[in-house]
């Protein structure tokens, strides 16, 4: 609903407009009108005996559409990814955006409102609107707004968010921003299973494999990164992982260990067998370290071979009581071994692991040579993959401390 004034002046004092009787200039004022629209306005003379003459021409106008705010959406800041703080979204966290609207229009946007979908349901939102307020001309507000990534979300997910920001008459704009939801963990392709033991028990950080505890595993605050909790195995404490089968044609196995006692063996025949990390699970790598007369720390790998000190010896003694990373890598017959990201060896070997054996970590459960060779120390971030990682991959898990 509009108001119009129009302008006339009239040299005539002896007739009646339109309006009133009026000479000189005068103004009226014409309400009511409709926004967009053409209207005209033609004056006409009265005269007393009731005869209308009207001017010839008229004039015509268009009605102008008033002044109104204009928003849109010109900055999005990730405040906190709500979980690890790596700076990246993951599944199970809850990141909070800062979006930033300007209001580009003539008149002050009132009680605006912001409300957010997205294309994937993994991303829910636990506030629908969030309020921002009153946003004048050519100024900028910001609003804080909280979404939730799903625990099932899947890595190297990109997400469109839609923003709809709501002017309380009413009035509709839209905006948009992307993200993409990234594994928390470096090197994800591939990673079957990572038992972190974050939340001090034998489940998969990944929600797939998780394990039982079989006899003594305590929880500790040491970790290869300073922050969170490791497992640390004693007195013939072990972990199983039952639905694990690593008939895969590819493996690398990658785990953290921080152990100043790396003999365990329990064969009544040879001491010093060493300790066992990983074995079973129909896996190429059968993965144990040995300590040897000459002190230094060797791994063994193979079906039948146990942990003994003829295989591979290591650049460093391991049992230092500090963290160090353990990679071992098999495609076909080919194995390779890294110590703390390094490449320092590289074998053949063609067995595979009992597959009706289950998958175990931190012994070998009576299959070296009868023996049970029980992990004693520190473990954190056991990774098993389905295929070979490459050497700059390795070193990057190193490098991450992951
Ligand atoms: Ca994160
Ligand atoms: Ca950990």
Redesign the pocket.
Known sequence: MLGYQFHATVNDNKTSYGIRRQTGTFTSTMNNLQANTTYWVRLYVKYSNGQVEYHPNSVSFNTLVPASAALSLVKVVLVT?G????G???PN?SPVFALTLTNKGGTTANNATISLSTNNSVVSFPTAVISIGNIAPNTENTATITLRIATNAIWDTNITSNVRMTEANGQVWSGEFSFKIES?YVVPNGLLLLYDFENQNANDALGKYNGAINGNITFQTTTPSNRGTSAYFSNNGYLTVAALNGNFTEQTVSVWLKTSRITGGTSATTTNRGTAIVDGGCFRIRFGIGLCSDNRTRIATGTNTGITCSQQAMPTAINDNQWHLLTITQQSTETKYYFDGTLFDRRNFGDRNDCNKIFTIGATLNDFNTETSYYTGNMDNLRVYNRVLTDSEVREIFNAKQ
């Open positions: 990814d979980g690890n703080n790596d990246k979204i993951s966290e928390p």
